[in-house]
């Protein structure tokens, strides 16, 4: 087990034949992982991470082949996703984790938490959804794939980071847009496409949250037009005793556009489940 900076940012760990790059600070039994969404990394959880350190161990994880996690090889899916999560436990040895997934973190979560369930002890699933794409928006995907071979990723970029902010967040955000516009740029092209083809190949998981069993937080942007609120109010009537908190003013971000509101409620979620 090969790890590096013990001041416990970018550290780097050797799983699944790929150095996979983390943040790991804060001490507690119970570590919280946080999972970022795409095509974005750990830098997003900045804010969370701050937040929770006094309090909790805490994680976050750069996704194969996004951030300083580098990998241009394989086809990459929310399956190998979910295999590269459970190694990295093994390797740190968390035998249970507080598992916190953003949209495309949200489905490793959903997809890990119903393939190892003993292996988690809370669910937050965070502007996420438990469908498929259905066969038109697969279609999409791989046309939009086509159009970004053909002519780059610029206007992809561009049309995504401007689909997952409020519109307020748009205009009275411009440095939290900013920092995330560089981060959606620091991708490279074959892994923007790569990440595309594991969003289109996902599995739904809506047949099994009626299986959940372990304490589940949802949360949601209002105006989230990526994963829309009425997926996260599915999900919350499936997952028996789950919580959802829906957050005003924000979009597919809620964690960047409304960060003490969403550390509140996380917060909030933490205290009950350990106070049982």
Same mark, same amino acid.
């Given at each position: 087990?090969?790890?590096?900076?013990?001041?416990?940012?970018?550290?780097?760990? $050797?799983?699944?034949?790929?150095? !996979?790059?983390?943040?790991?600070?804060?001490?507690?039994?119970? @570590?919280?992982?946080?999972?970022?969404?795409?095509?974005?990394? /750990?830098?997003?959880?900045?804010?969370? $991470?701050?937040?929770?350190?006094?309090?909790?161990?805490?994680?976050?994880?750069?996704?194969?082949?996004?951030?300083?996690?580098?990998?241009? =090889? @394989?086809?990459?899916?929310?399956?190998?996703?979910? =295999?590269?999560?459970?190694?990295?436990?093994?390797? !740190?040895?968390?035998? /249970?984790?507080?598992?916190?997934?953003?949209?495309?973190?949200?489905?490793?979560?959903?997809?890990?938490?119903?393939?190892? @369930?003993?292996?988690?002890?809370?669910?937050?699933?965070?502007?996420?959804?438990?469908?498929?794409?259905?066969?038109?928006?697969? =279609?999409?995907?791989?046309?939009?794939?086509?159009?970004?071979?053909?002519?780059?990723?610029?206007?992809?970029?561009?049309?995504?980071?401007?689909?997952?902010?409020?519109?307020?967040?748009?205009?009275?955000?411009?440095?939290?847009?900013?920092? $995330?516009?560089?981060?959606?740029?620091?991708?490279?092209?074959?892994?923007?496409?790569?990440?595309?083809?594991?969003?289109?190949?996902?599995?739904?998981?809506?047949?099994?949250?009626?299986?959940?069993?372990?304490?589940?937080?949802?949360?949601?942007?209002?105006?989230?037009?990526?994963? @829309?609120?009425?997926?996260?109010?599915?999900?919350?009537?499936?997952?028996?005793?789950?919580? $959802? /908190?829906?957050? =005003?003013?924000?979009?597919?971000?809620?964690?960047?556009?409304?960060?003490?509101?969403?550390?509140?409620?996380?917060?909030?979620? !933490?205290?009950?489940?350990?106070?049982?």
């Amino acid at each position: 087990m090969e790890i590096e900076n013990t001041q416990g940012y970018n550290l780097s760990i $050797l799983v699944n034949d790929l150095n !996979l790059s983390y943040d790991d600070i804060g001490e507690g039994n119970s @570590p919280i992982i946080f999972l970022h969404g795409y095509p974005f990394n /750990k830098e997003m959880w900045q804010d969370q $991470l701050q937040f929770f350190k006094s309090s909790h161990r805490v994680i976050a994880l750069d996704i194969r082949g996004f951030g300083k996690s580098i990998d241009e =090889e @394989p086809v990459l899916s929310i399956d190998l996703f979910t =295999e590269d999560l459970l190694a990295f436990m093994d390797e !740190l040895d968390i035998d /249970k984790a507080i598992i916190c997934g953003l949209s495309m973190g949200g489905y490793i979560a959903l997809n890990a938490q119903h393939r190892f @369930p003993n292996r988690f002890e809370a669910l937050i699933l965070c502007d996420t959804q438990c469908i498929a794409d259905t066969p038109e928006a697969k =279609e999409k995907r791989y046309k939009t794939i086509d159009e970004i071979e053909a002519n780059g990723v610029a206007d992809f970029n561009d049309g995504f980071i401007k689909s997952v902010f409020h519109k307020d967040s748009l205009t009275n955000k411009k440095e939290v847009v900013e920092e $995330l516009r560089s981060v959606v740029y620091s991708n490279s092209q074959h892994i923007i496409q790569q990440g595309l083809v594991a969003l289109a190949e996902r599995s739904e998981t809506c047949s099994t949250l009626d299986k959940i069993d372990i304490p589940t937080l949802i949360i949601c942007g209002r105006e989230d037009a990526v994963t @829309p609120l009425a997926q996260s109010e599915f999900m919350h009537d499936k997952i028996k005793g789950s919580i $959802l /908190k829906v957050i =005003e003013n924000a979009g597919h971000v809620s964690n960047l556009e409304q960060a003490a509101e969403f550390n509140k409620h996380i917060s909030d979620f !933490l205290a009950i489940i350990i106070k049982k």
